[in-house]
């Protein structure tokens, strides 16, 4: 039944987007009633918790595969950030509400340690790049945090404005040469 509740929940996020989504559609597409969902999430915050959560197991999957792939931290860099750009565009429902684009983030307050998955991924990647630099932590933690801004921006600044470019070859191309610069610059 709750495997069923949050599938039946994401479809209608995917059809009607993450402000319509209420307990009561829930229960109406399930034909249930109400207290059946209440029965298994304690509110509508803990439908979103779970989903997001959904959403970085299947993220860090996918990093996992890259991190399998690619010996080079270099190559594996770049994966990650192509992962990371494809997932946000090819799952909108589940980034926006992992990192809260256009609404609330789900379950505020509670711990998430799953939102660092990409970070340690790239965090990774970039020290093994950086490691014959000489790079002390503090300025290898600020490359990292700086990559994972760089690119997080870059997908929320595409994802919610409005369509004054609706280029998606030119947003990509600005990613790579972003990525390859960052990586230029290590």
């Known amino acids: 039944m709750r495997t069923n509740i949050l599938a039946v929940a994401m479809q209608l996020?995917?059809?009607?987007?993450?402000?319509?989504?209420?307990?009561r559609k829930i229960a109406?597409?399930?034909e249930y009633s109400v207290p059946v969902i209440y029965?298994?999430?304690?509110?509508k915050?803990?439908?979103?918790?779970?989903?997001?959560?959904?959403?970085?197991?299947?993220?860090?999957?996918?990093?996992?595969?890259?991190?399998r792939k690619y010996a080079d931290p270099e190559e594996r860099l770049r994966a990650h950030a192509e992962t990371y750009w494809n997932f946000?565009?090819?799952?909108?429902?589940?980034?926006?509400?992992?990192?809260?684009l256009g609404m609330p983030c789900s379950s505020p307050g509670k711990a998430k340690p799953e939102f660092n998955s990409f970070r340690e991924h790239i965090a990774e990647a970039i020290e093994g790049i950086v490691k014959d630099n000489k790079s002390?932590?503090?300025?290898?933690?600020?490359?990292?945090?700086?990559?994972?801004s760089v690119?997080?921006?870059?997908?929320?600044?595409v994802m919610m404005r409005c369509s004054d470019i609706d280029d998606s070859q030119?947003?990509?191309k600005v990613m790579d040469d972003t990525v390859n610069a960052f990586i230029k610059n290590l």
């Not at 996020?13 to 307990?23: D, R, Y």
């Not at 915050?45 to 997001?52: K, N, Q, R, V």
């Not at 946000?88 to 809260?100: D, I, T, V």
């Not at 002390?136 to 994972?148: G, H, L, N, Q, V």
């Open 13 to 23: 996020v995917k059809e009607e987007g993450w402000q319509s989504l209420s307990i």
């Open 28 to 30: 109406d597409a399930i």
């Open 39 to 43: 029965d298994h999430f304690e509110n």
């Open 45 to 67: 915050e803990a439908i979103l918790f779970e989903l997001s959560m959904d959403g970085f197991r299947l993220l860090d999957r996918l990093l996992e595969k890259d991190k």
């Open 88 to 100: 946000a565009f090819k799952n909108p429902e589940y980034y926006q509400l992992m990192y809260g």
């Open 136 to 148: 002390s932590d503090e300025e290898t933690c600020f490359k990292i945090y700086a990559f994972w």
């Open 151 to 157: 690119l997080h921006g870059l997908i929320s600044i």
């Open 170 to 172: 030119m947003n990509k």
